[in-house]
């Protein structure tokens, strides 16, 4: 589904991400994790291109994405989260969410913003979340964990095939925790493919099929949960050891 | 492409009810359309009152209130829906009044004719301007706008075919004194009545939409699916286009084009100024802001004589009012919801 081949991005004499490859297959929950500063929402940004890579490959259904502007990506049905929640105050969550619909072409822009099909759809996505109450409130009086579930629920407004989820458990409480794995459990069911890049080890353990583990922006292991638990490089890379072994 | 089958219906179905009767509430509480329609009912019959005296004064100033309008309203599209705080649309209301004002001087052909091909010369400059400029966000935009202005300006100072630094004189029309303003005076009102229009339109599409998503968090909106580049060209050339078709009309009712009429930098200030003290992103904003800062400039002249004096007044008056209206006078009272219904346009 989505294939990573030598991704790499320099910041100056830094790589943050050097000659990164992976694959996430497709209807599977693949999670990327790694220590701080790994470089994983590098490797992130640059599937997304919201920010440039140096070199490497993209492809999402064997089309090259790593050349195109992100809202094409979008378009292509990748979409993804901000690890620090981007919504957009003072609209309304419903206006948030709807600003991620399709739009077809160039009459469909001068169409009402608020289209009876969109809010319908929007409302169907907010009410499989759970929050049709807060429908209505502006972006900005959300609290932390609001705000993650609205952009999950912009994210599937746009009506990707994989979803990119940057670090969903962030700061959010064990209660919203579940519902959030809940509700990407589900996604998943009905066969939808998801990237997550996360710090919670038990969540990542729990919920995905595969982990890529990432240490100095380099790809140091890629397996099943039980087969990462036991690596020892990825031991080594969380305990602080050596990491010129690994890679 | 991926769909999600939603088991539980009535949930949505109860939602989409509450939704709508919200909706039907909001738009009942909130919008006035009749107002403005009987503002501009009264602006058109106004000039009857020139059978009964001459009223040219109050023909002018409402001439040019509804320019300044026209003009802000515009430049709101750039400026207020999507952030791009712009200080060199003057360089519009230059090109649209230079290339209207030529071909009257050449070819005699009214720029009340031409003043539509006038705002698609802008909207097309504005596209390729835009397209360089607008890759900068932030202070470097309104630097790099204001070193439109000084291009531009030294272009045509300096431009021997449209008179360079002198300008053109523009043939006057043969109408009586009493009836001289009211083409303009008409032209005028009706563009600021479009403006406004326009500007409702687009607040309420999915262009607006994504043109307010993009004044909040472009990186995000980009990331949404929506085309960020195309979006603010398409504003940018939208908003040139007004200010360019008020430039057109603007140069015959001086019956004179002359850089330092357009090219100056009060211009595209006032146009600033007018949105942030009316409430930027706001449909009324602008036209609350041309109307208030005309009048205070008028009422100042009027009282403290054409110095200095008067602009300190109209300062001293812009940064009063944004003590107590931060948002614009629109924008604060919308905020705290205490927007007189006859001022909400949106």
């Given at each position: 589904m989505l294939e990573v081949q030598s991704l790499a991005k320099h910041f100056g004499g830094i790589r943050a991400v050097d000659g990164c490859s992976f694959m996430v297959p497709k209807g599977s929950i693949t999670a990327l994790i790694g220590p701080n500063g790994a470089g994983k929402t590098t490797a992130f940004n640059c599937i997304s291109r919201t920010t440039q890579p140096t070199s490497g490959q993209v492809l999402l259904d064997g089309k090259r994405i790593d050349q195109l502007r992100p809202h094409k990506i979008t378009r292509m049905g990748l979409s993804r989260t901000f690890q620090i929640s981007r919504n957009l105050a003072d609209m309304t969550v419903l206006e948030n969410v709807i600003c991620q619909a399709r739009i077809g072409g160039w009459r469909d822009l001068f169409k009402p913003a608020l289209g009876a099909e969109e809010v319908d759809k929007a409302m169907e996505i907010l009410d499989f979340l759970g929050i049709t109450r807060i429908a209505f409130e502006d972006g900005s009086n959300l609290s932390y964990g609001q705000k993650k579930l609205m952009d999950l629920a912009a994210l599937l407004m746009s009506d990707p095939k994989i979803i990119l989820l940057d670090e969903p458990a962030g700061g959010v409480n064990p209660t919203l925790l579940e519902e959030i794995v809940g509700h990407i459990r589900k996604l998943n069911d009905q066969g939808m493919t998801v990237l997550i890049v996360e710090h919670n080890m038990d969540l990542v353990m729990r919920l995905s099929h595969k982990i890529v583990v990432m240490a100095q922006g380099r790809v140091i292991a890629d397996g099943k949960p039980e087969e990462i638990r036991e690596n020892p490089a990825v031991l080594d890379a969380y305990l602080g050891g050596v990491l010129e072994e690994a890679a | 492409m991926m769909s999600i089958a939603f088991q539980d219906t009535s949930n949505v179905l109860q939602a989409r009810a509450e939704h709508n009767a919200k909706l039907a509430l909001r738009a009942d509480r909130k919008r006035v359309t009749w107002f403005p329609v009987v503002v501009l009912g009264l602006l058109l019959a106004l000039p009857a009152l020139q059978f009964v005296g001459n009223y040219n004064y109050v023909l002018h100033l409402i001439l040019f209130t509804a320019c300044y309008a026209t003009m802000a309203s515009g430049w709101n599209i750039l400026g207020?829906?999507?952030?791009y705080i712009s200080l060199g649309h003057n360089v519009f209301f230059c090109i649209g009044g230079y290339f209207a004002g030529m071909i009257l001087a050449r070819y005699g052909v009214s720029t009340l004719v031409t003043a539509p091909l006038a705002g698609l010369i802008c909207a097309a400059v504005g596209y390729l301007i835009g397209r360089i400029t607008l890759k900068t966000r932030g202070p470097s935009f309104i630097i790099s706008s204001l070193a439109l202005v000084m291009i531009a300006r030294i272009l045509f100072d300096n431009w021997h075919f449209v008179g360079g630094a002198n300008g053109v004189a523009l043939p006057a029309n043969d109408l009586s004194v009493v009836w001289a303003k009211l083409p303009y005076y008409y032209a005028f009102v009706v563009l600021a009545a479009a403006a406004v229009f326009v500007s409702y339109k687009i607040k309420h599409s999915k262009f607006g939409l994504g043109l307010r998503a993009i004044s909040k968090d472009e990186i995000k909106a980009e990331s949404a699916g929506i085309d960020t580049r195309t979006y603010k060209t398409l504003a940018f050339a939208i908003s040139a286009a007004f200010v360019g078709m008020a430039g057109a009309i603007w140069g015959e009712y001086l019956t004179y084009i002359r850089p330092n009429i357009f090219l100056v930098i009060l211009v595209s200030v006032n146009m600033v100024l007018m949105c942030i003290l009316g409430?930027?992103?706001?449909?009324?904003g602008p036209v609350i802001g041309a109307i208030l800062i005309v009048a205070f400039n008028e009422i100042f002249v009027a009282t403290l004589g054409s110095s200095e004096l008067n602009i300190l007044a109209s300062g001293l008056i812009m940064a009063l009012a944004l003590m107590f209206f931060p948002l614009g006078v629109i924008g604060t009272l919308a905020a705290k919801h205490r927007l007189p219904r006859i001022l909400n346009w949106d």
């Open positions: - | 207020g829906f999507t952030g409430g930027k992103g706001t449909v009324a």
